[in-house]
């Protein structure tokens, strides 16, 4: 049990242009849901937190004009990256957690490169 | 000032060579230490999670153990499907993010063992 998927795995587009990346859990409910941003070599960073009807807490410093959260469900949360620039070139992942605790389960992540 | 960290940065072991990863943290009010693996361009595979001083958690060759500062991925006789990069990330109370607790990474110890 416990798994999150991710779609699309990659994309690119060209800058300018929006793309939603789209997290789900299968077979559990989330109640928490976290979308982290990961660069070559280095450790996760938490963008933002997400619980479900509610609007998204964003890390300070994450323009939450630009990376657009919506978690309609308890299995599902997007992230849009809104007009992508190069530098939004990344690894996204995104992981979800049934509860106030406890371990969160991560996506596979997707890849994200702007032309 | 970091909360985990996390030694060493990288260790390159011969197959069935033990070893051990360490993970020391500095936050009060511990909820949860989770360990996880992470293989290249994937998200984080979960591994365990220790909540109490004296804890020990055993997975196949892995072994978690966690003190009041710090904790130890044991990895008895390794073998090359091992490698990677293994991440150490705490809960603590009122350390949140949108009404949730959040997970504090450190920035991972990479584990190559070669054949």
């Known amino acids: 049990g416990a798994v999150v998927s991710q779609h699309p795995s990659r994309v690119i587009c060209k800058s300018g242009t929006s793309v939603k990346i789209e997290c789900r859990s299968l077979?559990?409910?989330?109640?928490?849901m976290f979308w982290y941003r990961q660069f070559p070599k280095q450790s996760l960073m938490l963008m933002a937190t997400s619980n479900e009807g509610s609007k998204a807490t964003y890390e300070q410093g994450v323009e939450k004009d630009k990376f657009l959260i919506n978690h309609a469900s308890l299995t599902l949360s997007t992230l849009t990256v809104t007009s992508a620039h190069p530098e939004d070139s990344s690894f996204y992942i995104c992981?979800?957690?049934?509860?106030?605790?406890?371990?969160?389960?991560f996506g596979p992540g997707t890849r994200l490169t702007v032309t | 000032e970091d909360q985990v960290t996390q030694s060493p940065e990288a260790l390159r072991l011969q197959e069935g060579e033990s070893s051990s990863l360490n993970c020391s943290y500095t936050?009060?009010?511990?909820?949860?230490l989770f360990w996880y693996r992470q293989d290249p361009g994937k998200g984080p595979e979960f591994l365990f999670t220790l909540y109490s001083a004296g804890e020990e958690k055993e997975k196949e060759r892995l072994k978690a153990t966690l003190t009041k500062k710090e904790s130890f991925l044991h990895i008895t006789a390794p073998k090359p499907e091992d490698s990677a990069t293994y991440l150490c990330a705490v809960q603590a109370e009122g350390v949140t993010q949108g009404g949730s607790e959040k997970l504090v990474f450190g920035k991972g110890t990479k584990l190559t063992v070669n054949p």
């Open positions: 077979d559990f409910q989330a109640t928490t």
């Open positions: 936050v009060s009010g511990l909820r949860g």
């Open positions: 992981s979800a957690r049934r509860g106030l605790v406890g371990e969160q389960y």
